[in-house]
């Protein structure tokens, strides 16, 4: 039998049994090689604190309403294929199908399994792979359209001071973006000190700990008491926010990528964001339309994304650690994902 790594309970995860259905003529099948979770929203799910669970974001009205009693929660323990991205082989192909070949190889979303069949046809997120790309590179384009998305909504410059704060795969490609992009200065803030060492490895000038340093006043220390222009901010920690809003040059940008909970103190707006003419913008690279619309959309985000990753402009060879097998995916997950986030940055899972 073929097996998926289900969410069986908060927490608890599991490896399950399943059965492929025969492909229709638009679609392909794809042996999966390796795959990856998300460590955010995913892991909200996992935990039973989504604010999907209960209530549902309305397009139309452009706020959270709630489910009704007959409708099903935002996650079913039990059968939800937890995992965001993979990488494989097409094995079988649909009569219909033209645009890709047996023996390609691929990039998709979808959960941590053996298999996936998928449309094939006009389909952009059966995406292929260069050889020269690497799956870990694959398997980060998810979190590269938020941190691309992070940068464009801080507008950052060539010659900008930028501090990063939270270093899960957003984080550290942030940084790297913020490079890319012409910064003169990335700084990176994280209490855990592996996910520090791979932001500076990338090219990060300087690394913080908030535990046991005052990063606000580190921030302006490094810029003569001015500040970073831009603090991106992917933890989405009320302590972090504090920390940015002391840390940030006067009349500086603060860019929210991070998913928040609710806050339970430690904010307060009476001290720097007061004084300081502080800017937040909250940014979500997938709603639409775009701060910079009709120019730019999700879809030119992504495809951005997409080329920088193959051609190999992001190093995300740091940022897939550790890389279990399958076999342990289970215990994996629980591990390095929900209970002991300092041992990892981004979980891998090799089939």
């Known amino acids: 039998m073929l097996k998926q790594l289900i969410a069986a309970a908060p927490h608890k995860a599991e490896i399950l049994?399943?059965?492929?259905?025969?492909?229709?003529?638009n679609e392909v099948k794809v042996q999966v090689e390796f795959a990856s979770p998300k460590h955010g929203s995913e892991l909200a799910g996992f935990r039973g604190e989504s604010p999907h669970?209960?209530?549902?974001?309305?397009?139309?009205?452009?706020?959270?309403?709630?489910?009704?009693?007959?409708?099903?929660?935002?996650?079913?323990?039990?059968?939800?294929?937890?995992?965001?991205?993979?990488?494989?082989?097409?094995?079988?192909?649909?009569?219909?199908?033209?645009?890709?070949?047996?023996?390609?190889?691929?990039c998709g979303y979808g959960g941590i399994r053996e298999t996936h069949i998928v449309n094939a046809s006009n389909n952009f997120y059966l995406l292929k792979m260069p050889e020269s790309m690497s799956w870990k590179s694959a398997v980060c384009?998810?979190?590269?359209?938020?941190?691309?998305?992070?940068?464009?909504?801080?507008?950052?410059?060539?010659?900008?001071?930028?501090?990063?704060?939270?270093?899960?795969?957003?984080?550290?490609?942030?940084?790297?973006?913020?490079?890319?992009?012409?910064?003169?200065?990335?700084?990176?803030?994280?209490?855990?000190?592996?996910?520090?060492q791979v932001a500076l490895r990338a090219g990060a000038e300087e690394a913080f700990d908030p535990i046991n340093q005052d990063v606000g006043l580190e921030l302006k220390k490094s810029t003569n008491k001015l500040g970073v222009d831009v603090v991106i901010e992917t933890s989405a920690n009320e302590i972090?926010?504090?920390?940015?809003?002391r840390g940030l040059a006067y009349g500086g940008t603060i860019a929210y990528?991070?998913?928040a909970r609710p806050f339970k103190g430690g904010l307060d707006f009476g001290r720097?964001?007061?004084?300081?003419?502080?800017?937040?913008?909250?940014?979500?690279?997938?709603?639409?339309?775009?701060?910079?619309?009709?120019?730019?959309?999700?879809?030119?985000?992504?495809?951005?994304?997409?080329?920088?990753?193959?051609?190999?402009?992001?190093?995300?060879?740091?940022?897939?650690?550790?890389?279990?097998?399958?076999?342990?995916?289970?215990?994996?997950?629980?591990?390095?994902?929900?209970q002991h986030p300092e041992q990892s940055v981004k979980l891998g899972i090799q089939f």
Request: one cysteine or more; glycine letters at 10%.
């Open 257 to 259: 990528v991070g998913w």
């Open 17 to 25: 049994d399943y059965e492929d259905r025969p492909i229709k003529a």
């Open 53 to 106: 669970m209960d209530d549902y974001y309305d397009e139309e009205w452009h706020t959270f309403l709630a489910r009704a009693e007959q409708n099903k929660k935002g996650v079913e323990f039990g059968s939800w294929n937890l995992g965001n991205q993979w990488v494989g082989v097409i094995t079988e192909m649909g009569t219909d199908v033209t645009e890709y070949q047996l023996g390609d190889r691929v």
């Open 240 to 245: 972090a926010l504090q920390q940015a809003l």
């Open 272 to 338: 720097e964001a007061h004084f300081n003419n502080a800017k937040i913008v909250f940014s979500r690279a997938c709603s639409e339309p775009n701060p910079d619309y009709p120019r730019w959309s999700w879809r030119r985000i992504e495809e951005t994304c997409w080329k920088m990753l193959s051609e190999g402009l992001l190093d995300c060879g740091g940022i897939i650690n550790p890389v279990v097998p399958f076999k342990e995916s289970a215990a994996g997950y629980e591990s390095y994902v929900d």
């Open 141 to 196: 384009f998810d979190p590269a359209q938020f941190a691309l998305g992070g940068i464009r909504d801080a507008h950052v410059r060539a010659g900008d001071r930028v501090a990063v704060i939270g270093l899960g795969a957003i984080g550290q490609l942030v940084a790297q973006m913020a490079k890319l992009a012409g910064a003169s200065y990335v700084a990176v803030v994280d209490p855990i000190e592996i996910r520090r």
